[in-house]
């Protein structure tokens, strides 16, 4: 079934779960580095290989990570919780089991605005975040596609066991409708830019740090129970969420106009196909044998330390944004683009520097951007907050029009210095000798009476017909203003 008729028959309900890796220095439960790369199992210790009698001790900065990630979630932080192990067997998992959190999570009954491409807040509840540690990492060797079925042997590498990780679980998000899959992508992109903005973690979803499992369920109407849900393990990228959401309410739409029920199961993303295909059943009350974990102590975060850490949360995303619409007083589509193109920290510190909101924009947007894509690296790499807004102020003394400026913005993205100084050492400055520039307009006049003519008649568009040879005379340094007025001067007598 078309996505469009599924949505126009079934309500669509999502549930999220996110994991992000916290960027501490040392893993959960033990003093191994935490680090991404390295040789295979070079970043392990007795107790993240799970060695008979190794201790676990829980990090201290991942703790206070994770008040920070359900401080900003707007959730409640428990007074005191406990670990607990959850039992599986599987090669990554060395000890049999995970470290997690079960029943006493860290954090709990948040609540946090999602804003869509139109400005629409969506608000998603968020149930809990607890702690636990990521397993390591299984590579299947000699099978089609590094799947385990038909591999010659399997590796595995611990580096990854152990590392420190933050789950946030939301409650049912309803009411999204045939939004349901931008409400899912741009859920999991308010928490990355959370993440960032707390700085627990790098947040490249490219590399992982953050994974999200995506549940869908479809019912008859608002008024209807729950719906069987599926979810879809380990999506790594914005459009892969937006897909995968597509794809499972069209899919079980099928189902169930074919009279069948939908299957309680985990599913596998696959890029290629942009498909889901069934991995394992699912039941609610999976056999993990959840208990506690006797080998640590429960945590207990002091209450002033966690108003300490409330105290010194930075500026959430939206409150920037907010702040700064107002500030700059640019539109809400003009700040999303900004956004989008990761400029928004260049754009405030060329403020910041000294520019206008409109002339840093225009700069970072624009003509930086064009020649970072040029050049294939990030903007940021091509001039300096203080750089650009130099430049602007070039520009606005009257040194500098606009073609010269991106001259020698070319010249600073090449490494050749602040803007002053590429202005001089290529001679750039705007032409201030009146004669050079009289010259240049008289020779114009002279050379197109036909142009002179309709100026003459009131057609004042066609002074712009005059301003080529006059820069090309100038070789690009004139005044344009100051052109402008010379020749109605003289046409005018
Ligand atoms: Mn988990």
């Given at each position: 079934?078309?996505?469009?008729?599924?949505?126009?028959?079934?309500?669509?309900?999502?549930?999220?779960?996110?994991?992000?890796?916290?960027?501490?220095?040392?893993?959960?439960?033990?003093?191994?580095?935490?680090?991404?790369?390295?040789?295979?199992?070079?970043?392990?210790?007795?107790?993240?290989?799970?060695?008979?009698?190794?201790?676990?001790?829980?990090?201290?900065?991942?703790?206070?990570?994770?008040?920070?990630?359900?401080?900003?979630?707007?959730?409640?932080?428990?007074?005191?919780?406990?670990?607990?192990?959850?039992?599986?067997?599987?090669?990554?998992?060395?000890?049999?089991?995970?470290?997690?959190?079960?029943?006493?999570?860290?954090?709990?009954?948040?609540?946090?605005?999602?804003?869509?491409?139109?400005?629409?807040?969506?608000?998603?509840?968020?149930?809990?975040?607890?702690?636990?540690?990521?397993a390591?990492?299984?590579?299947?060797?000699?099978?089609a596609a590094?799947?385990?079925?038909?591999?010659?042997?399997?590796?595995?590498?611990?580096?990854r066991?152990?590392?420190?990780?933050?789950?946030?679980?939301?409650?049912?998000?309803?009411?999204?409708?045939?939004?349901?899959?931008?409400?899912?992508?741009?859920?999991?992109?308010?928490?990355?830019?959370?993440?960032r903005?707390?700085d627990?973690?790098?947040?490249?979803?490219?590399q992982?740090?953050?994974?999200?499992?995506?549940?869908?369920?479809?019912?008859?109407?608002?008024?209807?129970?729950?719906?069987?849900?599926?979810?879809?393990?380990?999506?790594?990228?914005?459009?892969?969420?937006?897909?995968?959401?597509?794809?499972?309410?069209?899919?079980?739409?099928?189902?169930?106009?074919?009279?069948?029920?939908?299957?309680?199961?985990?599913?596998?993303?696959h890029?290629?196909?942009?498909?889901?295909?069934?991995?394992?059943?699912k039941?609610?009350?999976?056999?993990?044998?959840?208990?506690?974990?006797?080998?640590?102590?429960?945590?207990?975060?002091?209450?002033?330390?966690?108003?300490?850490?409330?105290?010194?949360?930075?500026?959430?995303?939206?409150?920037?944004?907010?702040?700064?619409?107002?500030?700059?007083?640019?539109?809400?589509?003009?700040?999303?683009?900004?956004?989008?193109?990761?400029?928004?920290?260049?754009?405030?510190?060329?403020?910041?520097?000294?520019?206008?909101?409109?002339?840093?924009?225009?700069?970072?947007?624009?003509?930086?951007?064009?020649?970072?894509?040029?050049?294939?690296?990030?903007?940021?790499?091509?001039?300096?907050?203080?750089?650009?807004?130099?430049?602007?102020?070039?520009?606005e003394?009257?040194?500098?029009?606009?073609?010269?400026?991106?001259?020698?913005l070319?010249?600073?993205?090449?490494?050749r210095?602040?803007?002053?100084?590429?202005?001089?050492?290529?001679?750039?400055?705007?032409?201030?000798d009146?004669?050079?520039?009289?010259?240049?307009?008289?020779?114009?006049?002279?050379?197109?009476?036909?142009?002179?003519?309709?100026?003459?008649?009131?057609?004042?568009?066609?002074?712009?017909?005059?301003?080529?040879?006059?820069m090309?005379?100038?070789?690009?340094?004139?005044?344009?203003?100051?052109?402008?007025?010379?020749?109605?001067?003289?046409?005018?007598?």
């Amino acid at each position: 079934m078309k996505y469009q008729d599924a949505v126009a028959k079934y309500d669509p309900v999502l549930g999220i779960e996110v994991h992000v890796e916290l960027g501490t220095a040392t893993k959960m439960f033990d003093a191994a580095p935490n680090t991404f790369g390295g040789g295979p199992n070079e970043n392990t210790t007795p107790a993240s290989l799970g060695l008979p009698g190794a201790l676990p001790s829980v990090n201290g900065k991942a703790v206070e990570y994770a008040v920070r990630i359900g401080l900003a979630l707007g959730c409640e932080i428990a007074e005191s919780c406990r670990f607990a192990r959850k039992n599986y067997f599987y090669p990554d998992v060395p000890k049999n089991f995970q470290t997690s959190q079960y029943d006493e999570p860290i954090a709990f009954d948040g609540q946090i605005d999602v804003e869509l491409e139109d400005g629409t807040i969506v608000p998603v509840q968020i149930e809990r975040a607890h702690m636990e540690e990521d397993a390591g990492k299984n590579t299947h060797v000699g099978g089609a596609a590094g799947r385990i079925h038909g591999a010659e042997h399997s590796l595995v590498d611990y580096n990854r066991a152990g590392v420190p990780l933050v789950e946030i679980v939301t409650r049912p998000i309803e009411g999204a409708g045939e939004r349901a899959p931008e409400v899912a992508a741009a859920y999991v992109r308010t928490l990355r830019d959370i993440f960032r903005a707390l700085d627990v973690s790098e947040a490249r979803m490219e590399q992982g740090n953050v994974r999200a499992d995506i549940n869908v369920s479809l019912r008859e109407s608002p008024d209807a129970p729950l719906g069987t849900r599926t979810e879809t393990k380990n999506v790594n990228s914005f459009r892969s969420i937006e897909r995968a959401v597509r794809f499972e309410v069209a899919r079980q739409a099928d189902v169930l106009d074919a009279g069948e029920a939908v299957v309680q199961e985990t599913r596998h993303f696959h890029e290629d196909t942009g498909g889901t295909s069934p991995g394992r059943p699912k039941s609610d009350a999976d056999d993990y044998r959840y208990f506690p974990e006797p080998d640590l102590v429960p945590v207990a975060p002091p209450r002033e330390w966690v108003e300490e850490i409330r105290a010194a949360l930075p500026e959430l995303p939206a409150a920037r944004r907010r702040r700064l619409l107002g500030e700059w007083g640019i539109g809400e589509l003009e700040m999303r683009d900004i956004i989008n193109a990761g400029l928004l920290d260049q754009v405030e510190a060329t403020v910041a520097a000294g520019a206008g909101p409109d002339a840093a924009r225009k700069w970072w947007m624009g003509e930086i951007a064009r020649l970072a894509k040029q050049s294939e690296v990030s903007p940021e790499a091509l001039a300096t907050p203080e750089a650009v807004a130099e430049l602007q102020q070039l520009v606005e003394a009257g040194k500098l029009n606009d073609k010269l400026a991106r001259k020698v913005l070319a010249g600073v993205a090449e490494g050749r210095g602040m803007p002053a100084e590429v202005m001089a050492a290529d001679g750039l400055e705007i032409v201030q000798d009146d004669g050079a520039l009289e010259a240049a307009v008289e020779a114009a006049l002279a050379d197109n009476p036909d142009v002179v003519e309709k100026i003459r008649g009131g057609k004042m568009q066609a002074i712009g017909a005059l301003m080529g040879p006059i820069m090309k005379a100038t070789r690009g340094q004139a005044d344009a203003g100051k052109a402008r007025e010379l020749i109605l001067a003289k046409i005018n007598g």
